[in-house]
């Protein structure tokens, strides 16, 4: 009884729709390719709204605490112990949160056609772990400031500490607040820290607000929120300083499917129903290349960038097309002249660094019947001219310099030349 008075006393359930919305404008910018049927991808994608659903919770969790502050019930019913007195205050809240993780995990489920698995399940507890810490943070908020000032504190605040890191220039920043752009893909996965680290900040920044709350009236008290701020803050940048702009992934260990023979094509299990056309449509362009004296692979692969290349396989740059597209012939024909540059110089025994030479990929891509057109204006001016020069040696020579730019590692990063 007490629950439903609550309820039907509280604001924050009007908040469920509208932040629903913009929660799924979220989701839907990021779902841009094809349904994968990739249980990661799915988890991933429901925590896009976290954004919105943080600042929601906070927001409402801050007017609650107000709501509850002027009631003054708080102070009557000492008999109830304080974890039972904050759960019956934030029902509506946690409600409120309950439907926007539902709502956003079935957003995902419509644009990947599964539910979260494996570590997607990870990416949904950061929807409700992060949310949960804003809450704190709001309802302290909301116990020392008027309503009408803490619950857009709490809400505008949540959202421009996830959402305007990613504007600065100092990448750490950024690893901090939670909200988590791009995804892992098919090859590698997020580490936990990824998502480990905002829970810690989030964390202490709530323990912070809450010792202050808690202990403002003794001298200590602001000294300690201070202390518990700048730890939260100082320990949080140490355990991502080297992470820089991209957060850490380590290969995603899974079972291939592999079809065919010469090449024999082997792909993620999400991909095992494109594997035989990707196969298909590779056997024209690699018998271009073998007809002007290529070495042909053994096999094709996706695999993860961190795994190297076995002699006599190349790596296969292949992903789902957009979203009611057809895949892209001519780019599949580019992609595998880039691996066709890769797979040459780990048969010569030359660095395996996935970033291809541009002139020794733009000749295999000639080779293979790309529109020149197309080659050209992908391409530097200068790096045009220099291909021009080359396309007019005799053909035995073409493959020697084709081979030979193929193993220098001059285009590699340092660290893998």
């Known amino acids: 009884m007490i629950t439903w008075a609550n309820l039907r006393s509280s604001a924050a359930l009007w908040l469920a729709l509208p932040a629903m919305f913009y ?34 919770v906070s927001g409402a969790a801050a007017w609650e605490a107000g709501r509850h502050r002027l009631l003054g019930a708080a102070r009557t019913v000492g008999g109830r112990s304080l974890v039972q007195q904050l759960f019956r205050a934030t029902t509506p809240v946690l409600l409120l949160h309950l439907f926007l993780v539902i709502g956003s ?91 480990v680290v905002p829970w810690l900040v989030v964390a202490g920044v709530a323990l912070a607000l809450w010792l202050f709350v808690h202990m403002r009236r003794r001298a200590w008290g602001a000294a300690a929120c201070v202390l518990m701020l700048a730890i939260t803050f100082v320990t949080g940048r140490a355990l991502v300083a080297d992470w820089g ?62 795994i190297p290349l076995k002699p006599g396989t190349w790596p296969l740059f292949w992903s789902l097309p957009p979203v009611q597209s057809q895949p892209n012939p001519a780019q599949y024909a580019v992609n595998l002249a880039q691996s066709a540059v890769v797979g040459t110089a780990v048969l010569a025994g030359g660095p395996d660094c996935r970033q291809p030479s541009v002139i020794a990929s733009a000749w295999a891509a000639l080779v293979i019947g790309v529109d020149e057109q197309s080659v050209r204006q992908a391409m530097l001016e200068t790096d045009w001219v220099a291909l021009q020069k080359i396309r007019r040696l005799p053909a035995t020579e073409q493959l020697g310099w084709f081979d030979e730019a193929a193993t220098s590692g001059g285009h590699c990063p340092r660290d893998t030349a």
């Not at 779902?31 to 991933?44: H, I, K, L, N, W």
């Not at 000032?149 to 990448?171: D, K, N, R, V």
């Not at 070495?295 to 961190?306: F, H």
Request: proline share 9%; hydrophobic share 45%; net charge negative.
């Open 23 to 56: 929660a799924g404008l979220y989701i839907d910018d990021a779902a841009y390719t094809a349904p994968s049927g990739y249980g990661v991808e799915s988890g991933e994608l429901a925590a896009y709204g976290v954004a919105i659903v943080a600042s929601a």
């Open 245 to 306: 702009y991209q957060r850490p992934t380590s290969p995603r260990n899974v079972a291939m499917t592999c079809v065919g023979a010469r090449p024999s094509v082997c792909v993620p299990p999400e991909y095992e129903q494109y594997a035989e056309q990707l196969r298909q449509d590779a056997l024209v362009p690699l018998s271009r290349l073998e007809a002007v004296g290529v070495t042909p692979p053994r096999e094709l692969r996706i695999s993860s960038d961190a």
């Open 105 to 195: 995990l079935v957003m995902a489920h419509g644009a990947v056609d599964v539910w979260p698995s494996g570590a997607g399940l990870l990416a949904v507890a950061h929807l409700i772990v992060l949310p949960l810490g804003w809450l704190t943070i709001g309802w302290c908020l909301g116990t020392v400031l008027p309503r009408s000032i803490a619950a857009p504190l709490a809400a505008i605040g949540c959202w421009a500490w996830l959402s305007m890191p990613h504007t600065w220039s100092s990448p750490w920043v950024r690893h901090l607040g939670g909200f988590i752009d791009g995804a892992s893909t098919v090859t590698d996965i997020r580490k936990p820290a990824v998502y």
